[in-house]
């Protein structure tokens, strides 16, 4: 099996089974090697109690872009560490994307660069990513 399509297989396995992902409305647009970019649209639902969007939202966007990026080698590779920082508020109606890409392959870690934008491609949040490979395989 090519790399491509292997990384493809373990994205469509993890969304199956990520019914997180699932209720935020996640849809994966790209998937290769150490790559990921998925987006969502903001719904009145995710709005906290300042009249904006939690900021969990774009958090868990970037995070599920970056279990994407991170374990379709088909290697389990958990969090390990990450930040984020918050550039933009996000309002509801926004559609959020994000873009996580590879800064590091290593053979028990791997560290990831996530770029959240909204639909007038204004960056809203910059997440960092560590992960931590197991060297389980996911299917």
Request: proline letters at 1%; hydrophobic letters at 45%.
């Amino acid at each position: 099996m090519s790399a491509a399509a292997l990384a493809n297989n373990v994205v469509t396995h993890m969304m199956e089974n990520d019914y997180f992902s699932q209720w935020m409305g996640v849809e994966v647009l790209e998937v290769r090697e150490g790559y990921s970019k998925i987006k969502m649209m903001i719904r009145k639902e995710m709005v906290n109690g300042f009249g904006i969007v939690h900021g969990g939202l774009a958090f868990s966007l970037a995070d599920s872009a970056f279990a994407f990026a991170c374990n379709n080698r088909n290697n389990l590779s958990v969090a390990l560490d990450v930040t984020i920082t918050f550039t933009k508020a996000v309002n509801v109606g926004d559609v959020l994307t994000a873009e996580a890409k590879e800064i590091h392959n290593g053979r028990s870690t791997g560290v990831y660069l996530i770029t959240v934008t909204n639909q007038k491609n204004d960056h809203v949040a910059l997440f960092k990513g560590t992960c931590f490979r197991t060297g389980k395989p996911l299917i």
